[in-house]
T-cell receptor, first 119, second 107 residues
Framework: GAVVSQHPSWVICKSGTSVKIECRSLDFQATTMFWYRQFPKQSLMLMAT?????????EQGVEKDKFLINHASLTLSTLTVTSAHPEDSSFYIC???????????????FGPGTRLTVL | GIQVEQSPPDLILQEGANSTLRCNFS?????LQWFHQNPWGQLINLFY???GTKQNGRLSATTVATERYSLLYISSSQTTDSGVYFC?????????FGQGTELSVKP
């Protein structure tokens, strides 16, 4: 299957600082990447959809100025949590969508996630 | 939008037992995936199965699109099967996830 990496796997930061998380598709080009947030014992919540070379589309209720997304290339998307606060502590997961396959569908593959703790 | 419901929410099995997980969805779909989230948080693709039946080792999945449900079968469960199983359907280019089934397999 396709491989998606995420870095860092965990980060602890002080309140008020900014944190950048990288998501890379390692063996395929992903025109679309997605960022999710997951709280303990809950499902994944989509934050935004990122298309290479264009502005991200944010889900309702997600602050675009707080969660900056950049999709600079077909293999890299970044999420920056600006001025992080303790309530931003969560598990952040990215995914990348494969190009449309011969069978007629594209499939999402997920990174291993980044655990953010804001003190 | 499409609603995705999974059952049961929790399941405890003895190693070697079989189980069936269910995913109901509220509207017709042409893209359904099953994932396993391991205890470290990694989501692993199990099946892309908008219709029909697929098998991969001890796991198999069946989707009956006309009746709006999908089933994931786990046979001869192992402790490494523990984690959360999600189904997700695609709507408007986005995956809509169910709430998951948390499986715990005891040795």
């Amino acid at each position: 299957g396709a491989v998606v990496s995420q870095h860092p796997s965990w980060v602890i930061c002080k309140s008020g600082t900014s944190v950048k998380i990288e998501c890379r598709s390692l063996d395929f080009q992903a025109t679309t990447m997605f960022w999710y947030r997951q709280f303990p014992k809950q499902s994944l919540m989509l934050m935004a959809t990122s298309n290479e070379g264009s502005k991200a589309t944010y889900e309702q209720g997600v602050e675009k100025d707080k969660f900056l997304i950049n999709h600079a290339s077909l293999t890299l998307s970044t999420l920056t949590v600006t001025s992080a606060h303790p309530e931003d502590s969560s598990f952040y997961i990215c995914s990348a969508s494969t190009p449309l396959r011969a069978s007629g569908y594209n499939e999402q593959f997920f990174g291993p996630g980044t655990r953010l703790t804001v003190l | 939008g499409i609603q995705v419901e999974q059952s049961p929410p929790d399941l405890i099995l003895q190693e070697g037992a079989n189980s069936t997980l269910r995913c109901n969805f509220s509207d017709s779909v042409n893209n359904l995936q099953w994932f396993h989230q391991n205890p470290w948080g990694q989501l692993i693709n199990l099946f892309y199965i908008p219709s029909g039946t697929k098998q991969n080792g001890r796991l198999s999945a069946t989707t009956v699109a006309t009746e709006r449900y999908s089933l994931l079968y786990i046979s001869s469960s192992q402790t490494t099967d523990s984690g959360v199983y999600f189904c997700a359907v695609r709507e408007g280019g986005k995956l809509i996830f169910g709430q998951g089934t948390e499986l715990s397999v005891k040795p």
